[in-house]
Nanobody, 124 residues
Framework: QVVLVETGGGSVQAGESLRLSCTAS????????MGWFRQVPGKEREGVAA???????SYAGSLKDRFTISRDTAKNTVDLQMNYLTVDDTAMYYC??????????????????WGKGTLVTISS
C-alpha cells in the first residue's frame, strides 16, 4: 500500500516562501507522476503542479511563475518550492501520485494515491 506523507506546511507572511516535501513509501512498482493539489474549505480541490519520471512538469495556471516542483524518482520524493506567497495560497496542500499517467494527465484527470495534507497559512 502506497503511503504519502507531506511535510513543510506552516504559517508565513505574504511575500515569503515555503517548501513542501512529500515522501512515498510502500511503493512496489513505480510512481510515474507525483504532484501537489490544494483545497480551501468550501471549494473544490485543485491541481497545483505535477512532475513525471520523464521530467515533464505541469502547472496550474499562473502558478508556474511562483511555484517550482521537483522530484527524486529514485527516492520517491517530490518537493514544491513556493515563492512570493499570497493570502490566496492559503489552503491544505496534498501530495498525490499516479503509477502511469504523465504530469499533465495526472494533474487534470486525477491521481490514485493521496497524502493526508499539510496546512499552509499565509497572513497579510
Amino acid at each position: 500500500q502506497v503511503v504519502l506523507v507531506e511535510t513543510g506546511g506552516g504559517s508565513v507572511q505574504a511575500g515569503e516562501s515555503l517548501r513542501l516535501s512529500c515522501t512515498a513509501s510502500g511503493v512496489t512498482g513505480s510512481l510515474y507522476s507525483m504532484g501537489w493539489f490544494r483545497q480551501v474549505p468550501g471549494k473544490e480541490r485543485e491541481g497545483v503542479a505535477a512532475m513525471d519520471s520523464g521530467g515533464s512538469r505541469s502547472y496550474a495556471g499562473s502558478l508556474k511563475d511562483r511555484f517550482t516542483i521537483s522530484r527524486d524518482t529514485a527516492k520517491n520524493t517530490v518537493d514544491l518550492q513556493m515563492n512570493y506567497l499570497t493570502v490566496d495560497d492559503t489552503a491544505m496542500y496534498y501530495c498525490a501520485a499516479h503509477p502511469s499517467r504523465d504530469a499533465y494527465d495526472s494533474l487534470y484527470y486525477g491521481m490514485d494515491y493521496w497524502g493526508k495534507g499539510t496546512l499552509v497559512t499565509i497572513s497579510s
